[in-house]
């Protein structure tokens, strides 16, 4: 398997979105484990509203990936302004 990362944007009113999901959210990461390596949400300058969300998952394929992230309840809530999943190369790990 590959790793891939997906980073999404929230959309400008998206913090009550993200609040009302965030239960489904966790509960569908749960369903990948041990395939999500690392993930959490991106904050705004404050340090403390989220912004968006960046995962770094296994996966198959690319198209297996982009799939796998268009089930994420964020997703289907329609949360995000913008998306991008990439191949992702985990080099440094301490």
């Known amino acids: 398997m590959s790793l891939f990362v997906f980073h999404g944007l929230d959309r400008v009113d998206g913090l009550e979105v993200r ?3 965030r239960p489904a ?15 959490g949400p991106m904050l705004a300058d404050d340090g403390q509203t989220p912004v968006g969300s960046m995962l770094v998952v296994e996966a198959e394929t690319l198209e297996a990936a982009k799939t796998l992230f268009a089930a994420d309840p964020y997703a289907l809530a329609g949360l995000w302004q913008s998306t991008s ?8 790990r301490q």
Not at 25 to 34: C, D, G, R, S, V
């Open 19 to 21: 609040k009302a999901t």
């Open 25 to 39: 959210h966790l509960a569908w990461i749960e369903t990948l484990a041990p395939r999500v390596k690392i993930g």
């Open 85 to 92: 999943v990439r191949p992702f190369n985990w080099l440094i």
